[in-house]
């Protein structure tokens, strides 16, 4: 079984976000950078598949060769290569992206083509569904469950308060949620292995973007806490507060 | 007159409520850029649900029925509704950031020629143009977005826009579209926790963490999300450790959340819990460690041991729902 898994760098969840003072970036300086969380379970989901039914993972990422330190911890978790695709940075407009890697990946047969269910930096949460409808290819978003035989397969996604099952046929495009396995620590042998496997570059031109983002700003800030009281004496104040000045209850 | 255009979201035959805050957008863009309010609905036996969206000032309705259409496809819907917006060439179109809405709509701006913004949270004109505002890394930074297609395609984060009736006189109009044989179809639909609210969904959220110090103690955690009709949600910590599912994680790697209230009971606020709550209109915190970062953002904090508090609270609350 052929699979691709793309994958982002991002801030780790920890990470502070600073604006730049022109207000139009993110300032990169001091930033720990990590696989984004989402495409961990991507990449295991793939290995899993693999060590299944045979085949190789193969991961695709756009981005400056800076990223090449991250995706080789993907390659450390056991994926069998890479493809970077190279580019100054990740454009702002999910399109551009989207149509890159769909370039990459209709130069090989994938029979499953995986993904985070979204970036945690950007939240765009559209990369699967571009790139699905680019290659006319079915997909499920937002995945916890995933089960393939005989080139069919089914799959669990989450929605408001319950799941929904969809079936499908292969070649299928698959988002990865949290909760769908529980990714692998990298060994020292996997993280020796990683820094002799390949990652192409590739370049692709890029489209211009149509998302254009103008300013970044802070969220308005939160009043400063209060503390109405201490243990269960405090109830009674809370609930008058709730009750008679937010009027919330 | 071109339009601003919402796609109604029907599942399990139900129009979503979420809809009405889509179309309280909808009319509010169109005001400013004195335009008309239509919807597009897809699926079987739409005639039911006309009544509902001129209470909210739409104007024009578009049914699309079809067989194919039974069950949600993510690329049969998306071709139809892709079709509605070259038919009907709107200058806006909006749907509700869902899990049905963030699934579908980037497939039809594809479709279309034109980028989405997703997960919008707020939007005024500017020259003529839409400028959304979008959270990022979970709401840690929010950035203003310019759309350079056209249609200006988005999806409006529930519980972001209060709706708002204007009933209107509304047009019924019946389009033929073709739909292509679905390639993912829903099989069947099941409702989790015996069909509990989700957290995106709830006006109020009893949040637990690791201050409960086991699964054993939630029901104190339900008591009180039973008598508030609240929603229940968790932090990582309790998810990573298994206590609670995953679907109930709020945060940066779970969900992220406005309800009017939310109460946040031995949930320290660690930055990545923080960015998916702190648009929460209200925020209660209880926590026995007062230097916790959560009071840092709670309206009202209770100082003290969640084991005694939750219980108090619980009782209160039903004295005060009795009266």
């Not at chain 2, 840092?296 to 084991?307: E, T």
């Amino acid at each position: 079984m052929n699979v691709a898994v793309c994958m982002k760098q991002t801030p780790d969840t920890e990470a502070q976000i600073k604006i730049s003072d022109d207000g139009t970036s993110i300032v990169q300086e001091g930033i720990k950078w990590i696989i984004n969380p989402y495409d961990e379970f991507a990449i295991e989901e793939g290995l899993r598949l693999t060590e299944k039914h045979g085949g190789e993972v193969t991961l695709i990422s756009l981005g400056p060769p800076s990223i090449e330190k991250t995706i080789r911890e993907g390659l450390a978790m056991g994926a069998h290569k890479a493809i970077r695709i190279d580019a100054p940075a990740v454009p702002d407009d999910p399109m551009v992206t989207a149509k890159a890697l769909a370039e990459v990946l209709k130069e090989e047969s994938y029979d499953v083509i995986l993904f985070g269910k979204q970036a945690i930096d950007d939240d765009h949460t559209q990369m699967a569904s571009i790139v699905a409808s680019i290659l006319n290819l079915p997909a499920v978003t937002v995945v916890v469950e995933l089960s393939i035989e005989n080139g069919k397969g089914t799959a669990v996604r989450e929605i408001e308060g319950g799941h929904e099952k969809v079936s499908f046929n292969l070649p299928v495009i698959i988002s990865a949620q949290r909760g769908l396995n529980e990714p692998r620590y990298r060994s020292l042998k996997g993280i020796m292995a990683a820094k002799k496997k390949p990652i192409e570059v590739k370049s692709i031109a890029l489209d211009e973007a149509q998302l254009v983002i103008e300013t970044f700003s802070y969220p308005p800030p939160k009043k400063p806490g209060r503390i109405v009281g201490e243990g269960p004496d405090a109830v009674p104040e809370l609930v008058k507060l709730l009750r008679e000045e937010a009027k919330v209850i | 007159m071109s339009m601003v255009l919402v796609v109604s979201e029907i599942r399990n035959g139900e129009l979503k409520k979420i809809n009405h805050e889509v179309y309280t957008a909808a009319r509010q863009l169109a005001d400013q850029l004195n335009l008309s309010v239509a919807t597009v609905l897809l699926g079987t036996n739409l005639e039911s649900f006309t009544d509902v969206p001129s209470r909210f000032g739409v104007e024009t309705l578009y049914l699309v029925e079809d067989p194919k259409l039974e069950k949600y496809s993510p690329d049969a819907y998306a071709a139809g509704i892709a079709e509605v917006i070259q038919q009907t060439s709107p200058a806006v179109v909006l749907m509700g950031a869902s899990a049905t809405g963030k699934d579908l709509m980037p497939r039809v701006a594809q479709k279309v020629g034109a980028t989405l913004a997703q997960d919008v949270i707020q939007f005024r004109v500017e020259n003529g143009d839409v400028l959304f505002t979008r959270p990022m890394f979970a709401g840690k930074v929010w950035a203003d977005v310019k759309l350079t297609s056209r249609p200006q395609m988005a999806t409006i984060r529930p519980k972001a826009i209060r709706p708002e009736e204007k009933p209107v006189e509304a047009s019924v109009e019946k389009l033929s579209v073709s739909i292509p044989d679905p390639l993912a179809v829903v099989e069947e639909i099941s409702t989790s926790g015996g069909g509990k609210l989700d957290v995106t969904e709830a006006d109020i959220i009893v949040a637990g963490g690791r201050g409960m110090k086991g699964p054993e103690n939630w029901h104190l955690i339900e008591e009180l999300a039973d008598v508030l009709g609240a929603a229940i949600g968790a932090s990582r910590a309790v998810v990573d450790a298994g206590w609670r599912p995953h679907g109930e994680q709020v945060g940066q790697t779970g969900k992220t959340v406005s309800p009017t209230l939310y109460i946040a009971c031995g949930i320290s606020g660690a930055i990545q819990h923080l960015a998916g709550m702190l648009s929460s209109k209200y925020i209660v915190a209880i926590n026995k460690d007062p230097d916790a970062p959560i009071f840092k953002v709670a309206d009202y904090g209770i100082v003290g041991d969640v084991f005694e508090v939750l219980p108090r609270l619980t009782e209160e609350i039903k004295k005060l729902k009795s009266e």
